[in-house]
């Protein structure tokens, strides 16, 4: 048995199945949790994947570029008009 450094609910987990370094998920909060002891089971949160991280920061960059398209839009329909305001 192990505990969720999370919410400590209690995990079965077999110490001849798992090796330092797997992961795998808490059945009441569902963490992500890493082994890191053996004998006893010890679990600790799981470090983030920094892919995941990457792709949301393409994300925000992605959002940022289409506002930037709507003021070159605007600014397009100005010099439609010979740049005049009325």
Do not use: R, Y
Not at 54 to 77: F, N, Q, S, V
């Amino acid at each position: 048995m192990a505990t969720c450094p999370e919410c400590d609910a209690e995990i079965e987990v077999d110490e001849f199945d798992v090796d330092k370094g797997d992961q795998l998920s808490c059945p009441d909060c569902g963490s992500n949790l890493e082994v890191v002891g053996l004998t006893p089971i010890e679990l600790d949160l799981a470090p983030e994947d920094e892919d995941e991280d990457d792709d949301d920061d393409d994300e925000l960059e992605d959002d940022d570029l289409d506002g930037d398209d709507e003021d070159d839009a605007d600014e397009d329909e100005d010099d439609k008009d010979g740049g005049v305001d009325e």
